[in-house]
């Protein structure tokens, strides 16, 4: 049968992943996907900078043009990352009659709509199982696999950098700082981690997974997130004496109408609620997601027919994203991916009206750690405070004094675990703490994932 051409844009850490699949495994690959996978271009802006052994040099060139208007391309996969370049690639490899197969979740959760819009237009695909959890494939799962369930839930750890950080705070003590300079050391994290620490990252994911699951185009401002980078190794120890581990999680609920349910009419016919969020959360320590260690991701979805179900493995790196692109390449050969991209009509604008709910509205449980004057009426100020924005307290945690040369007075770290509350009277009555003069600002605080 006659070859699948490709045009391989990017040959960095995961192009060069993929490259290798191509040239090492091609009478495997060609068996599954019913043809030869013919890597044609490799399009790089330095064909001179060193590269690994396997890739062959007659294959790298710099004309984008001549690789995407190659009769013989029937795909393009973008794994140059970035975003706005990225996204003149793929409109153009579209507007050239090639499908799309890339690995890139911020382009996929800023540009989504005009991207599926233009693949739409031109009549190709656009497949992207590599942009969220690497080498778990989460996307089929959700687009094949559980398409005959209303998802209720998608809970996750996303980021495998802030994974890696949060296991070494938590198992050897480490401190921020010293186990982030060691995932740099490791690969794990980029010499500027400022998109994986901030919750960034696991955003842009959690928008495209809410695409799929939920059928909602989500403005990425939309997600309130929350990251890593100022986590104190104090707040990880009274978590562990709690008996409870913090992990950076990216988190997403559905609610259908109470109308549709009452009356019988289709769930995604007549819209409901969705609440999401990225944040440290505080869960029990042997909950399956606080077993997840080191590198790692892990998605827990819940489905109204199958129940729960966990996703487990590497999340980032060479081979396993590497693995999803390959994937794609095979479900593109097939013809599956195609057929995907129209029954799906992700990005569209034609699905149920979902309201995304205001954060504020979300009810939790808190964990809140403050740094309070040892002295009397000190608890009495604070739990006024609470009251009056309808806090209850659960449990209380008051640990000897913490010596600052500084201060005149001991400062005592107190630890509330609250009642279920609504966020925006947490946030309001944590503000009005801050404000106590027994207390040092600011106060710590993450939600309980009971």
Same mark, same amino acid.
């Given at each position: 049968?006659?070859?699948y051409?490709?045009?391989?844009?990017?040959?960095?850490?995961? #192009?060069?992943?993929?490259?290798?699949?191509?040239?090492?495994?091609p009478?495997? !690959?060609?068996?599954?996907?019913?043809?030869?996978?013919?890597?044609?271009?490799?399009?790089?802006?330095?064909?001179?900078?060193?590269?690994?052994?396997?890739?062959?040099?007659?294959?790298?060139?710099?004309?984008?043009?001549?690789a995407?208007?190659?009769p013989?391309?029937?795909?393009?996969?973008?794994?140059?990352?970035?975003? @706005?370049?990225?996204?003149?690639?793929?409109?153009?490899?579209?507007?050239?009659?090639?499908?799309v197969?890339?690995?890139?979740?911020? !382009?996929?959760?800023?540009?989504?709509?005009?991207?599926?819009?233009?693949?739409?237009?031109?009549?190709?695909?656009?497949?992207? @199982?590599?942009?969220?959890?690497?080498?778990?494939?989460?996307?089929?799962? &959700?687009?094949?696999?559980l398409?005959?369930?209303?998802?209720?839930?998608?809970?996750?750890?996303?980021?495998?950098?802030?994974?890696?950080?949060?296991?070494?705070?938590?198992e050897?003590?480490?401190?921020?700082?010293?186990?982030?300079?060691?995932?740099?050391?490791?690969?794990?994290?980029?010499?500027?981690?400022? &998109?994986?620490?901030?919750?960034?990252?696991?955003?842009?994911?959690?928008?495209?997974?809410?695409?799929?699951?939920f059928?909602?185009?989500v403005?990425?401002?939309a997600?309130?997130?929350? #990251?890593?980078?100022?986590?104190?190794? !104090?707040d990880?120890?009274?978590?562990?004496?709690?008996?409870?581990?913090?992990?950076?999680?990216?988190?997403?609920?559905? @609610?259908?109408?109470?109308?549709?349910?009452?009356?019988?009419?289709?769930?995604?016919?007549?819209?409901?609620?969705?609440?999401?969020?990225?944040?440290?959360? $505080?869960?029990?320590?042997?909950?399956?997601?606080?077993?997840?260690?080191?590198?790692?991701?892990?998605?827990?979805? &819940?489905?109204?027919?199958?129940?729960?179900?966990?996703?487990?493995?590497?999340?980032?790196?060479? $081979?396993?994203?590497?693995?999803?692109?390959?994937?794609?390449?095979?479900?593109?050969?097939?013809?599956?991916?195609?057929?995907?991209?129209?029954?799906?009509?992700?990005?569209?604008?034609?699905?149920?009206?979902?309201?995304v709910?205001?954060?504020?509205?979300?009810?939790?449980?808190?964990?809140?750690?403050?740094?309070?004057e040892?002295?009397?009426?000190?608890?009495a100020?604070?739990?006024?405070?609470?009251?009056?924005?309808?806090?209850?307290?659960?449990?209380?945690?008051?640990?000897?004094?913490?010596?600052?040369?500084?201060?005149?007075? @001991?400062?005592?770290? &107190?630890?509330? $675990?609250?009642?279920?509350?609504?966020?925006?009277?947490?946030?309001?009555?944590?503000?009005?703490?801050?404000?106590?003069?027994?207390?040092?600002?600011?106060?710590?605080?993450f939600?309980?994932?009971?």
């Open positions: 049968m006659e070859p051409g490709i045009a391989l844009v990017g040959c960095g850490t995961v #192009g060069s992943g993929v490259a290798k699949l191509l040239l090492e495994h009478d495997r !690959l060609a068996a599954r996907a019913g043809r030869p996978l013919e890597l044609r271009h490799i399009v790089v802006h330095d064909p001179a900078k060193p590269r690994d052994s396997c890739i062959p040099r007659n294959l790298l060139t710099t004309d984008l043009r001549s995407i208007n190659d013989a391309v029937q795909t393009v996969v973008e794994v140059m990352g970035g975003i @706005e370049q990225a996204k003149r690639v793929v409109l153009d490899t579209l507007a050239a009659g090639k499908h197969v890339t690995a890139n979740k911020a !382009l996929l959760a800023t540009h989504g709509a005009e991207l599926f819009d233009a693949g739409r237009r031109h009549d190709r695909a656009i497949a992207f @199982e590599g942009a969220v959890a690497g080498g778990i494939p989460i996307i089929g799962a &959700l687009c094949q696999g398409a005959a369930n209303q998802i209720l839930s998608l809970q996750g750890i996303l980021n495998g950098t802030c994974n890696y950080i949060l296991t070494g705070m938590t050897n003590g480490q401190r921020y700082a010293d186990v982030l300079r060691e995932a740099q050391q490791k690969g794990y994290a980029e010499s500027d981690p400022t &998109l994986d620490v901030d919750g960034t990252d696991a955003a842009h994911k959690l928008a495209i997974l809410v695409q799929i699951a059928g909602v185009a403005p990425f401002d997600i309130r997130r929350r #990251g890593i980078a100022e986590l104190d190794l !104090l990880v120890r009274f978590a562990k004496e709690l008996g409870y581990t913090i992990k950076l999680l990216a988190e997403a609920w559905f @609610e259908p109408s109470t109308r549709s349910q009452e009356s019988g009419v289709r769930a995604e016919e007549s819209g409901g609620k969705l609440a999401l969020h990225v944040s440290p959360v $505080m869960l029990r320590q042997n909950s399956p997601l606080a077993l997840v260690r080191d590198a790692y991701n892990a998605l827990f979805v &819940l489905g109204d027919a199958v129940g729960s179900t966990l996703y487990y493995g590497r999340g980032a790196g060479q $081979m396993p994203t590497a693995s999803a692109v390959v994937a794609d390449l095979i479900d593109m050969a097939v013809g599956r991916a195609q057929q995907t991209f129209r029954s799906l009509k992700l990005w569209s604008g034609n699905h149920r009206s979902i309201v709910r205001d954060p504020n509205t979300m009810r939790t449980r808190f964990y809140l750690r403050m740094m309070v040892d002295r009397p009426g000190a608890m100020d604070i739990t006024r405070v609470l009251a009056e924005h309808h806090i209850s307290i659960s449990s209380v945690i008051q640990h000897e004094a913490i010596e600052h040369a500084d201060e005149d007075t @001991e400062i005592v770290p &107190l630890i509330i $675990m609250t009642h279920t509350a609504a966020t925006g009277s947490f946030l309001a009555a944590c503000a009005g703490i801050d404000r106590l003069a027994c207390v040092r600002p600011p106060s710590v605080y939600p309980v994932g009971d």
